[in-house]
């Protein structure tokens, strides 16, 4: 089945460190999109991404989608304390079924 | 809308009970996805339902998990009985075509299981 693989597990980063997190399909998607979750709350929807090679940018967050729609990379710039969180990717497929990472937790030392 | 709307928020039972998780999806949503978060395993997606129909239950544990959607605005995960390795945090999400598919999650049920 399809597999969604999320690395890294884990960052630590000093608050105004750049982060990346990146995403990897094992089979081509149809769109990709990225949640937020906050510690002890739910995921949050942040974007969607559906065009091969899309950039989009959301103030200090990039999120990109690869040429060949297998994989995807949400990158932070000069990070704050409120960037804490677990990161997801959930990658949907033709067959209209969303496969999530097992998500990058940041977290972000003052 | 007040969105996603989950019951009960904490469960603590013991090993053998039954339990009931509740869901009411935002209006006019027509997809609704149960979805477990433990440490280990992450976020799995245990079943969806389009248009009150289970699609894809593959997730779904094993037996003693059942879930249903009688209406639009409702849908129950049950689990009997209770086993402790069930414990975890039980997310509903709902989404519509119109908005893309993109899952609104619920607040989310944490489930101790004694």
């Known amino acids: 089945g399809q597999q969604v693989m999320q690395i890294p597990q884990y960052q630590h980063v000093q608050e105004g460190e750049d982060f990346t997190t990146y995403c990897n399909s094992s089979?081509?998607?149809?769109?990709i999109q990225w949640y937020k979750q906050r510690p002890g709350g739910h995921p949050v929807f942040l974007i969607q991404l559906v065009k091969s090679g899309e950039v989009k940018k959301q103030k200090r967050l990039t999120f990109q989608f690869g040429e060949a729609k297998k994989n995807s990379s949400l990158h932070i710039t000069a990070t704050q304390t409120t960037d804490v969180g677990t990161y997801f990717c959930?990658?949907?497929?033709?067959?209209?079924?969303?496969?999530f990472g097992d998500g990058t937790t940041l977290t972000v030392k003052p | 809308d007040a969105g996603v709307i989950q019951s009960p928020r904490h469960e603590v039972t013991e090993m053998g009970q039954e339990v009931t998780l509740r869901c009411k999806p935002i209006s006019g949503h027509n997809s609704l996805f149960w979805y477990r978060q433990t440490m280990m395993r992450g976020l799995e997606l245990l079943i969806y339902f389009n248009n009150n129909v289970p699609i894809d239950d593959s997730g779904m544990p094993e037996d003693r998990f059942s879930a249903k959607m009688p209406n639009a605005s409702f849908s129950t995960l049950k689990i009997q009985p209770s086993e402790p390795r069930d414990s975890a945090v039980y997310f509903c999400?709902?989404?519509?075509?119109?908005?893309?598919?993109?899952?609104?999650f619920g607040a989310g049920s944490r489930l101790t299981v004694l």
């Open positions: 089979t081509t998607l149809s769109n």
């Open positions: 999400a709902s989404s519509s075509r119109m908005g893309a598919n993109v899952l609104t």
């Open positions: 959930a990658g949907r497929t033709n067959a209209g079924k969303s496969t």
